[in-house]
């Protein structure tokens, strides 16, 4: 990455905001002293939330490429285990609370990206990746497979998650459901004539389809 900062990152730091914000977003829904204290507990663990503040008043502009590689794990490992520490407390419905966070941030993100009934795959996954933290730029895990008229799909190859989801002993397929309720939650809120898929077999893959009248 270059010396100076440029849109690609602040691209990034939105989508690491993103994430946050989803995290924020769970502790809101719960709202009690005990989640509250979960979450000041992490964050002494791990890093505090992020300040509010534009990227250029944070960065280490010395090496922007780790500082951001740093908010990438820090907030992937924090949500992490604040997710877990809730789960040992209150049982596995986190995880269904949680899916409903990331589908409601998924539907807003759909509407940021103002493209509603669009019936452009191509476009809408495109856009998606403006807001899916999926490593660095450079770490290309997404490719596509199939362009048709009425199907896309793109494989995730490789996973740049497990490591920091790992910390809290939570297997990665819990943030790929999360992920899939985001993605979901996109693809609904741009046209509820397209349909969305997950499967994780042997391959990582994800079906947008649109419905033939």
């Not at 992490?80 to 941030?105: M, P, Q, R, S, W």
Request: hydrophobic letters at 40%.
């Amino acid at each position: 990455m270059s010396a100076f900062l440029g849109p690609i990152h602040y691209w990034l730091y939105n989508k690491i905001q993103l994430m946050e914000n989803m995290e924020k977003a769970i502790i809101a829904r719960i709202d009690t002293p005990q989640v509250k204290a979960i979450s000041t507990s992490v964050q002494n663990e791990i890093v505090p939330f992020l300040p509010e503040a534009a990227l250029d008043q944070l960065i280490d502009t010395s090496n922007i490429h780790g500082w951001l590689q740093e908010q990438i794990i820090n907030v992937e490992t924090r949500q992490a285990l604040l997710i877990k520490h809730i789960a040992d407390i209150n049982g596995n419905e986190i995880y269904d609370l949680v899916n409903d966070v990331y589908t409601e941030f998924g539907k807003a993100s759909a509407k940021d990206a103002d493209i509603k009934n669009s019936e452009d795959m191509a476009d809408i996954f495109n856009k998606l990746n403006n807001y899916l933290l999926e490593g660095m730029p450079c770490d290309r895990v997404n490719q596509v497979i199939e362009n048709s008229l009425v199907t896309f799909i793109w494989e995730t190859s490789q996973c740049v998650h497990t490591k920091n989801w790992s910390v809290a002993e939570i297997p990665v397929e819990r943030y790929y459901e999360f992920r899939a309720s985001f993605i979901n939650g996109f693809v609904k809120g741009v046209n509820s004539n397209l349909s969305y898929k997950y499967t994780n077999n042997d391959k990582q893959l994800h079906v947008i389809k649109k419905e033939i009248s």
